[in-house]
Structures are given as structure tokens and as C-alpha cells.
């Protein structure tokens, strides 16, 4: 591992400046750091240690607004708090899914959204992909048992962020601040997409922190995931759902799917099968059917389109359900 300098910020202006600087990298829980500081995918000359920012790790609830969460809380604090559960279920059923209890206790939301994929390909320091500025996806034609389903044909990596579908599915927003700049965007908008970029997941700028995600209320809302083994391990798909009811009659709905594409992904064609309809279990199946239009699969991840459907029809009745 190359030696590097540390910085302890002390305020959110300093970590800002700090973090500008040519080959810094921010820390917070440092669990997805830490295995990319050993994996030499990154080589920085300064770590900028942000968990000591006490500024940065509130969860307020603002009854009818919603939720206003910094990006130091951790999955433990989010899966735990009660008006986590109350008014963005999904989000906290997420963030108590992720991982092991050692590592929620170390996770914090920022670092979660910001992570960097984990195929196998971008971890290993003898594969120069497109992720690392190469000019070829190994997945595509080797290994992608657990890639991409949908926008896999320039990078397969799967986005590895469960929180992150909660998050677009519950329509949040998202804070972001630097030297002397400060924006909000939709989360929707904080990822970048393989064809855009493969090089990138979000659109952090040198020295920008995420400082504040804001979660409106008012959605019935749950998170489900299918893994190989049901102890700590990635998941194969994940599902976050909300929706606006009118009665019995959806009103509006987010569908979105995790571990199936490069950000998380709407399904937009299962979101128009809802809307206007009564969730009835047969509606469900529609949607979930729905759910998979304009996949792509490789050849060995095909089985991810019936698990998509499975976990989308069970995620939907369980929002239904969880009013």
C-alpha cells in the first residue's frame, strides 16, 4: 500500500478544501475505502477523514416533510429509527439488509451512495477495464454471473448501493456542497450512467461532499432483496418500491431495481402498469412482468429476469401490506 498523508477536517469548509486537492480521497466509515486501498484500485497521497464531523450526522424528522438525514448516520442508526420505519420503510429495510452488523455499525449513508462497484473485474489490479480508463468490459464476455441485466454493453458492474434504490424509489433529494458551491439535485440525478461515463458512478466533483438527503413523506414504501445465501452476502436482485394512493387505486409509483444495472434502475413499464389501478395481486404480477421489458441479458445472468419479477410482486403487496 503506498503511504499517504491524513487529514482530520474539522469543519465541512476544511474537508471541502482538503479533499480539492490533486490525489486526495475522503473517509468516513472507510469500509469500501479500505478495501480499495488494499485492492490498489486507489493510490491516494492524502486521506481526508470526515467521520469525526459531528455536523453531518443528524436524522431529523419533519412530521409532513419528511426526513432530513446526514450523510454520516449509519445503516445500524437508519435500520433502528423509528420515524425511518414510519415514514421511508423502505430505507431503513435497506440499510438493515446491507451487510453484517459489525459493518452497518461502521457504514455511514454517504459512503453507502458514493461506494464503488464490486465486480470482480474493476477489484483486481490485472484487469485494466473500462472502469479503470481501459478500452474493453471483461464481464461482457467472461464472468457476469452477477452483472448487469439492463445497459450492460458498454460496462456490466452492477451499482452496489441497496440504499440507493430506497432512495430514487422514495423520490429523495440530495445536498451536495463544495468550496464555494452548493446544489440540490434529485437523488435520481447524483448517478452516472456506464454510458455516459464508465469511469464514474456519481457526479461528485473534487472536494464535494454530500452533506444532506432529504426524504419526503407520504409514500407506503418496502425493500426487499434475493441473495445465494441468506447471511451476509451481495444481493442477486433488489427491489424498492413506493407509492401514492388515491383510496385503493395507486396514484403514482416508483419501482426500482437494484444489483441489475450500472445505477439504479426504474422500471418505468412496471410503474405505468400500476398507476390508476387497484394493487390487487393481479396487478401486482402485471407489474412485475412489466418489470423486466428492454432487459438485456448475458448469457449466464438470464435467471435474474424471473427473480426481478418475483421480488417485485412480493415488494409491491409487502408496500400494500406495511400502509
Known sequence: MK???????????????????????????????????????????????ILILKELSFLTSMDKEGLSIGPLVTLARLSSDDSVRRSARALGEAAGA??????????????????????WYFRNELFHCRKKGGDRCFAIEGEHEFHSIFQNDVCAAVHPSATAVALVA????????????????PIEQLFVSAKSDPTRENVLQPG???????VPAGRRSAYSKLMQKQS????LVEVAVALAMDGEAVQDARVVLG?????????????????????TAEIA??????????????PRNAYKLPLVQTVVRRTLLAAKEGA
Request: contains cysteine; proline residues 7%.
Open 98 to 119: 446491507a451487510a453484517t452488523p459489525q459493518i452497518r455499525n461502521m457504514a455511514t449513508l454517504g459512503g453507502n451512495l458514493a461506494q464503488r462497484p464490486r465486480c
Open 170 to 185: 422514495l423520490d429523495a433529494n440530495v445536498k451536495l456542497r463544495g468550496i464555494a458551491t452548493e446544489r440540490t439535485l
Open 285 to 298: 404480477e402485471e407489474a412485475a412482468r412489466a418489470a423486466t421489458e428492454g432487459a438485456t441479458p448475458l
Open 259 to 279: 444489483s441489475v444495472a450500472p445505477t439504479p434502475w426504474r422500471a418505468r413499464d412496471a410503474e405505468a402498469a400500476l398507476k390508476g389501478k387497484p394493487l
Open 3 to 49: 503511504p499517504f498523508a491524513w487529514i482530520e477536517a474539522h469543519d465541512v469548509a476544511g474537508a471541502c478544501s482538503a479533499a480539492a486537492q490533486k490525489g486526495a480521497l475522503i473517509k468516513a466509515g472507510g469500509v469500501d475505502l479500505a478495501d480499495r486501498l488494499k485492492e490498489r484500485i486507489d493510490e491516494p497521497d492524502t486521506l481526508v477523514n
Open 232 to 235: 451476509f452476502d451481495w444481493p
Open 208 to 214: 464535494e461532499l454530500i452533506v444532506e438527503v432529504r
